[in-house]
C-alpha cells in the first residue's frame, strides 16, 4: 500500500490535480475581482453588463489552461486508459512538467484581473473603448499561454521518453 | 484599398449664407471642419479686401437667438448667422448637452413601459430630413414633455417613498390597533400614554412607585415582544401632573405619535386614516405608472429631439472653428479630393461663397485619414482605427492584408467545422435578420470570416465538435483527418504555427518595403528591412536541414551591418549596423508569440474532447439520453463563447503587437465630417416623418378622450 502511495503515478497526478487547483484558484480569485469592480460599476450603469461579462472572462482562461494540463497528465501518463505504471523518475518528472502552469497561472490570472479591473473603469467612463481594454488584459494572458506550451509539450515529450 | 486623397477647402462667403452653407455641408457629411485659426492671419492669407477688415465686429453675448429653453432659434432658419461670442457659444453647446442628458434620463426611465418589439440588436431608427430641422415650436414642445415626465418621474418616487414610510406607520401600531380603551377615552376626561417596558419587572417596578405615590393611573397589558411590553396608561385630568412626573421618571419608552388619533389614543382609527393614505399615494403610484405608459409613446420623438441637439451641437462646434466678420464668414475643411470639384461648384452656384481648394501641405496640416476599401474587406477597418488611425502621410492602408490575415489566424485558433458552422450561421442571423449595424455588423462579418477558415481549418484536422462523432459511436465513424490530428502532433502544430507567424510578419515587411519605396525611401526599404528576409529565410532553411542557407542569413547580416547605417565613420556605420542584428532577439520573441495558436487550438480541441467524454459515460440510450444532449449543448457552447473570445482577442493581438510592429506609424486622425447621422436616428431620403407621427397620435388621442 504505501509502494503504491509513494509511486510514480502519484506524484504524476499530484501534478495534474495541483495544476488544475493553483490556476483554478487563481482564476477563481481573478474573476472574482473583475466580478466585484463590475458589480459596482453596473450600480451606476446596469447597461454595461455585456461589455463587463467579457472582461470578467478573460482571467478565466488560466483555470481551463490548468484542466488542460491535467488532462494531458491523465492522457499521456496512462490514467485514462488504465495503463498507468510510472516509476518515481518518471512521475517526478511529470510533477516537474506541472509546475510551470500552476505557478505562471496562478499569478497571471490575478495579475490579468487588475488589468482587467482598471480596464472596467475605463469602460464606463468611455463604454467605446471595450476592445482596448480587452487587449490589455489579455497582453498578461501570454504568459500563462507560454507556461501552458511548456507544461503540455514537455509532458507530450516525457511520454515519449518511456 | 488606399488611404484617400484629401483637398483642404477655404470657404469665403456672405455672412447672412453662413448657417445655410453648414446645414448643406452637413446634409452631404462629407466635410470634415477644421480651426481657421487667427482672424488676421487668415484675412491676410485669403488676400480679403480691407473693406470687410474694418468691418470687423466685436461678437457679443448675444442670446437674441436663445429661447427660453435654451435651444438654438433662427440659426436653423436661412438667411440668418450666429455671431456669437465664443463664450456663448460654449454656453449654448453646454445648455445642449445638459439636455441630452436629461432626454437621456428620460428615455431610460420609460424604457421598461415601452411596449414596442425590440430587435435585438440596437437599429438606428430611418427619419426624414425635415424632422432633423425640427421648428422651434415643436422642440419647445417636446421640451417641455421632457419636463413633465421628469415632474412625473418626482410624483412616481415620491409616492413609493410615502407608500414605504406609511406602510412602516402601519406596521407599527398594527398590534394595537383592537385597543378598546380609546372608545372610553373619548366620553371621559381621561389622558392616556402608550409605550414599551424593557421587561415585566420593570411594568411590576413601575406600579409599586405609583402605589407608593396613592396616584389614580391604570395599566393594560397590549402585548409582549421579544421581551418587550406594550402597555396603555391611563389616568385622570386631576392627577396629570403627579402621574406624568411618574412616567417621566419610569423606564417606560413612549410611543411616538404619527397622527392626532394616535395622540389621543385612538389607534383604531388612526389604523383606518393611515390605511387610506396608503391607498391615496397607491393610486397615485398607479396613475403615474399609466402616466409613464402613455409617455412611452413619444419615445421614437424623443430619440429624435437627442439627435435634432446633438447635430445642433455640431453646428455649433463647427461655429466655434469658423472665422468672422460682420459681413464675411471664412470656413476651413477637409474634403475627399475626388468629390471636391461637384461639391466646390455646388457651393459656389448656390451660395455667396468663393472656394479656394488646395492640397494639404506635408509638415503644415495633417489632414483627416478616410479609409477606402473593397467592401470585402472593409470590415476590418475598424479594427485598425481602434488601435489607431493610419497617419495620412506615413502609412500605407493594411485594411487588404489585415481582413485575410486576420480572419486566417482566428480560424486557425478556433479549428473546427462544428464551432464554425455556428459562428458562421450565428453571424449571418444577426447582419441579415437582425440587422446589426455600425462597428457590431463590421465584427460580425470579420467573424463570419473567421468562422469559414474555422471550418477550413476544421475539415484539415478532422475536428467536428471536437470528435463529437467518433466519441460517441465508440471511433465507428468520424471525420477523416487530412492533414494531421492537433492532438497526436502538437509539435508539428507549433511548427506550422511559426511558419504561419513568419509569412506574416514579411508580409508585414513586405509592406513596410512597399511604403518605403512609395515615400521614396528606397535605402532603408532595401538595406534595413529587406536583410531580414534573408536573414530569417535562411534562419528557417537551416533549420528544416539546407545547409547553404547559413550563407543567405550571413550574406543578409552582412547587408544589415554594413550598410543599414548611414554613416562616413565606419566604426559608427558597422556599431549601428550591430545594433539593427540584435533586433534578431525581437524576431525570435515575435514568432515564438504566434505558438499561441497550438495552445488555443489545443484549449478548443480539449475541452470540447471533455465534453463529449462526459456525454458518452452518460450515455445515448433510454431516457438518459436527454441529459447526453443537453450536457453536449451546454458544453459546446460554453465553449464556443470562451474560444471565440480568444480568438478574437488573440488574433487582435498578433496583429496590433507583432504585425503592427514591422510597419505601423499610426496616429493619425479620425475623419469626422459635420454630419446629420445621430445615436438613434439615420436620416433617408424616403423616410416617414417621425414627428408627423407623433403628432397624429396626439391628436387621436385627443379625439378619443373628447369622444369618450
Given amino acids: 500500500m504505501v509502494k503504491e502511495i509513494f509511486s510514480g503515478n502519484t506524484l504524476a497526478l499530484l501534478g495534474g490535480v495541483l495544476s488544475a487547483i493553483i490556476a483554478g484558484l487563481g482564476s477563481a480569485k481573478a474573476v472574482r475581482m473583475v466580478g466585484s469592480t463590475a458589480a459596482g460599476i453596473m450600480n451606476e450603469k446596469p447597461e454595461l453588463f455585456g461589455k463587463m461579462v467579457i472582461l470578467q472572462a478573460l482571467p478565466g482562461t488560466q483555470g481551463i489552461y490548468g484542466l488542460l494540463v491535467w488532462f494531458f497528465v491523465m492522457n499521456f501518463a496512462g490514467f485514462f486508459n488504465g495503463t498507468a505504471n510510472l516509476s518515481i523518475y518518471q512521475g517526478l518528472l511529470y510533477f516537474l512538467a506541472c509546475i510551470p502552469m500552476a505557478v505562471v497561472g496562478y499569478l497571471s490570472a490575478t495579475h490579468q484581473a487588475k488589468v482587467a479591473c482598471d480596464g472596467a473603469v475605463m469602460v464606463s467612463k468611455n463604454p467605446g473603448e471595450q476592445s482596448k481594454a480587452i487587449i490589455l488584459a489579455a497582453m498578461v494572458e501570454t504568459y500563462a499561454i507560454f507556461a501552458l506550451l511548456v507544461s503540455v509539450l514537455s509532458i507530450i515529450m516525457i511520454s515519449n521518453l518511456a | ?708
Fill in chain 2, 1 to 708: 484599398m488606399s488611404i484617400v486623397k484629401m483637398k483642404k477647402l477655404k470657404l469665403v462667403l456672405a455672412q447672412e449664407d453662413q448657417i445655410d452653407l453648414l446645414n448643406y455641408l452637413q446634409e452631404r457629411g462629407l466635410a470634415h471642419i477644421e480651426d481657421n485659426g487667427d482672424l488676421d492671419e487668415i484675412l491676410q492669407e485669403l488676400r480679403i479686401s480691407p473693406v470687410y477688415d474694418h468691418d470687423r465686429i466685436a461678437l457679443q453675448d448675444n442670446k437674441a437667438y436663445v429661447s427660453r429653453m435654451g435651444v438654438l432659434r433662427k440659426p436653423h432658419r436661412s438667411g440668418e448667422s450666429a455671431l456669437y461670442s465664443e463664450a456663448a457659444l460654449e454656453d449654448l453647446i453646454q445648455q445642449s448637452l445638459t439636455w441630452q442628458q436629461r432626454i437621456t434620463e428620460v428615455l431610460k426611465v420609460l424604457k421598461p413601459y415601452d411596449e414596442t418589439k425590440k430587435p435585438l440588436f440596437t437599429v438606428k431608427r430611418e427619419t426624414s430630413l425635415q424632422d432633423r430641422y425640427m421648428e422651434e415650436e415643436d422642440q419647445l414642445k417636446l421640451l417641455t414633455l421632457v419636463e413633465d415626465i421628469e415632474g412625473n418621474q418626482v410624483d412616481h418616487r415620491q409616492a413609493l417613498e410615502e407608500e414605504a414610510r406609511l406602510m412602516g406607520q402601519l406596521h407599527a401600531i398594527e398590534d394595537w390597533k383592537d385597543l378598546a380603551l380609546p372608545e372610553m377615552l373619548d366620553k371621559t376626561n381621561y389622558h392616556s400614554t402608550f409605550g414599551y417596558f424593557g421587561s415585566r419587572d420593570e411594568y411590576e417596578q413601575f406600579f409599586v412607585a405609583v402605589a407608593e405615590a396613592d396616584v389614580p393611573l391604570a395599566g393594560e397589558i397590549c402585548f409582549e415582544q421579544e421581551g418587550n411590553l406594550a402597555v396603555t396608561l391611563v389616568w385622570p385630568f386631576h392627577s396629570d401632573a403627579e402621574a406624568k412626573d411618574l412616567i417621566n421618571r419610569s423606564h417606560l419608552i413612549r410611543f411616538p405619535a404619527t397622527n392626532k388619533w394616535e395622540e389621543i389614543g385612538d389607534f383604531r382609527k388612526s389604523y383606518k386614516v393611515i390605511q387610506s393614505r396608503i391607498q391615496a399615494v397607491q393610486d397615485k403610484a398607479e396613475w403615474t405608472e399609466k402616466e409613464f405608459k402613455n409617455y412611452a409613446d413619444h419615445i421614437p420623438v424623443l430619440q429624435l429631439l437627442y439627435d435634432v441637439l446633438e447635430a445642433d451641437i455640431a453646428k455649433l462646434r463647427a461655429i466655434l472653428n469658423l472665422t468672422q466678420t460682420r459681413h464675411l464668414t471664412i470656413l476651413t475643411c477637409y474634403v475627399p479630393a475626388h468629390l471636391t470639384g461637384e461639391l466646390k461648384e455646388r457651393i459656389e452656384s448656390c451660395f455667396n461663397a468663393l472656394v479656394l481648394a488646395e492640397d494639404p501641405v506635408k509638415g503644415e496640416d495633417l489632414p483627416p485619414t478616410l479609409l477606402d476599401n473593397h467592401s470585402l474587406n472593409q470590415p476590418i477597418e475598424s479594427t485598425i482605427l481602434t488601435f489607431s488611425p493610419p497617419h495620412y502621410y506615413e502609412d500605407t492602408d493594411p485594411t487588404w492584408v489585415m481582413m485575410w490575415t486576420y480572419a486566417f489566424f482566428f480560424g486557425s485558433m478556433l479549428s473546427d467545422v462544428g464551432y464554425g458552422l455556428l459562428l458562421v450561421i450565428g453571424t449571418l442571423l444577426g447582419l441579415y435578420k437582425f440587422k446589426a449595424e455600425g462597428n457590431l455588423k463590421s465584427m460580425l462579418q470579420v467573424f463570419m470570416v473567421g468562422g469559414l477558415f474555422s471550418i477550413g481549418f476544421g475539415i484539415l484536422y478532422g475536428s467536428f465538435f471536437g470528435g463529437v462523432l467518433g466519441t460517441m459511436s465508440h471511433d465507428a465513424f468520424d471525420l477523416p483527418v487530412l492533414w494531421f490530428n492537433p492532438m497526436d502532433k502538437p509539435i508539428d502544430l507549433m511548427a506550422w504555427s511559426m511558419v504561419f507567424g513568419v509569412f506574416h510578419l514579411f508580409l508585414a515587411m513586405g509592406i513596410d518595403v512597399y511604403n518605403k519605396f512609395r515615400k521614396g525611401n528606397h535605402y532603408d526599404a532595401l538595406f534595413v528591412v529587406a536583410p531580414w528576409y534573408l536573414i530569417i529565410g535562411g534562419i528557417i532553411l537551416m533549420l528544416i536541414g539546407v545547409s547553404w542557407a547559413k550563407y543567405v542569413s550571413i550574406a543578409g547580416a552582412a547587408v544589415l551591418i554594413l550598410m543599414s547605417v548611414r554613416s562616413k565613420n565606419p566604426f559608427k556605420r558597422i556599431l549601428g549596423g550591430l545594433l539593427n542584428l540584435y533586433d534578431v532577439t525581437s524576431w525570435l520573441s515575435d514568432i515564438l508569440s504566434y505558438t499561441r495558436i497550438l495552445a488555443l487550438t489545443l484549449a478548443t480541441s480539449v475541452i470540447a474532447m471533455v465534453v463529449n467524454l462526459m456525454a458518452d459515460m452518460i450515455g445515448l440510450k433510454g431516457p438518459q439520453a436527454i441529459f447526453t444532449i443537453l450536457v453536449l449543448i451546454a458544453g459546446h457552447a460554453l465553449n464556443l463563447a470562451l474560444s471565440t473570445l480568444s480568438a478574437y482577442v488573440h488574433s487582435t493581438r498578433l496583429h496590433y503587437v507583432e504585425f503592427f510592429g514591422k510597419f505601423y506609424e499610426g496616429g493619425g486622425r479620425n475623419y469626422t465630417p459635420l454630419q446629420l447621422d445621430g445615436l438613434y436616428t439615420k436620416v433617408t431620403d424616403n423616410a416617414d416623418s417621425v414627428l408627423t407621427k407623433d403628432k397624429d397620435k396626439v391628436k387621436a388621442e385627443a379625439s378619443s378622450r373628447v369622444l369618450s
